[in-house]
């Protein structure tokens, strides 16, 4: 079968159904703009390392198909129709918006496009589902279109938004970890801060499903320098720093920062320390490493409840200790 079939050289073409129409007709119009985005979100599936991006990104793109469907069906065929854009569409978009919203807070404010070449390109196809959305409306106006169609046009330019933000600050995360433990010269020591690190962070993780609660894991040298960090998906924004504080805090002490809230009350040897430093963290959840009696590091580990975070952290410390 040849890809050209001739039928549209006059310029017509044919709706889902058989009618035939120009070209340049506000219907084409529309499901030809859902078609750009499809191909904009393709190459951000194909580029993103963000895992939780690239499972959205797909599952929007099998949804396009069914709204081009419905928005490229002629009137007859609208009636038979199998497969429509529905409010389940519609409260799952809305679940990702809240579900981000709670991480980093109400996003109000514009952004400047081209901090990631993936946040960019999530920025362009937000910008399609725009001009998309103009071209619906118009289309309303003259023809029967689904209110629930209208909906989810409008709901997915603002998921998009929100997933730029997203690949913004977790590539952001990355890329500051990976710095650091580049220019503290921290590939040596027998693997210890590649291949364990690694080790402790999937322990950390188990754990936390477990519980059924997302955590932000951070490991540091003995100097307190950040050498590690995984956030898992969903693990709210304050977790990030507070993980950090918490292996700096076990790393420059030596103790469990569960141990500092006597030590740091009135009258303890330690009274004052959070005060004097901010990054120290009196409330459980750090704790330092050793190997061979002497002090190697320390994990951070926050997201859950102090007691929560406390358990986690006792099963990193178990798998430590099996190295």
């Given at each position: ?12 073409t044919s709706l ?193 499903e477990k519980l ?71 409330f459980g959840g ?38």
């Amino acid at each position: 079968m040849n890809i050209y079939t001739k039928t549209g050289d006059g310029g017509e073409t044919s709706l889902y159904g058989g009618t035939r129409i120009s070209k340049d007709s506000l219907r084409v119009w529309c499901y030809g703009t859902v078609d750009e985005a499809d191909g904009v979100l393709g190459v951000v599936h194909a580029s993103t390392d963000i895992l939780k991006v690239k499972d959205i990104v797909r599952t929007i793109q099998r949804k396009l198909f069914v709204l081009n469907v419905e928005l490229a069906a002629d009137e007859d065929k609208q009636k038979t129709l199998k497969e429509r854009i529905t409010a389940e569409d519609i409260t799952y978009l809305e679940r990702i918006i809240d579900e981000y919203t709670k991480d980093f807070g109400k996003m109000t404010g514009f952004s400047i496009p081209g901090e990631t070449v993936c946040s960019a390109l999530l920025h362009v196809a937000r910008t399609v589902i725009r001009r998309c959305e103009r071209h619906v409306v118009a289309l309303a106006k003259e023809e029967y279109v689904s209110k629930d169609v209208l909906k989810y046009i409008n709901r997915l330019s603002d998921v998009l938004f929100v997933l730029g933000k997203v690949e913004v600050f977790e590539m952001f995360v990355k890329r500051v970890a990976g710095k650091i433990s580049s220019v503290a010269g921290l590939k040596d020591k027998d693997g210890w801060f590649e291949e364990r690190c690694n080790m402790l962070c999937r322990a950390a993780v188990s754990e936390s499903e477990k519980l059924g609660v997302p955590i932000s894991i951070a490991i540091v040298d003995e100097s307190g320098t950040l050498a590690y960090f995984h956030r898992m998906p969903g693990a709210i924004l304050v977790s990030v720093g507070i993980a950090q504080n918490k292996a700096y805090t076990s790393a420059s002490i030596g103790l469990a920062t569960g141990e500092l809230a006597k030590l740091s009350a009135p009258g303890g040897s330690l009274f004052g320390i959070n005060t004097a430093d901010p990054k120290y963290v009196i409330f459980g959840g750090g704790f330092p490493l050793f190997q061979d009696g002497a002090l190697v590091g320390a994990f951070g580990i926050s997201g859950a409840s102090v007691e929560e975070d406390e358990k986690i952290g006792k099963a990193v410390l178990e798998a430590f200790e099996k190295l």
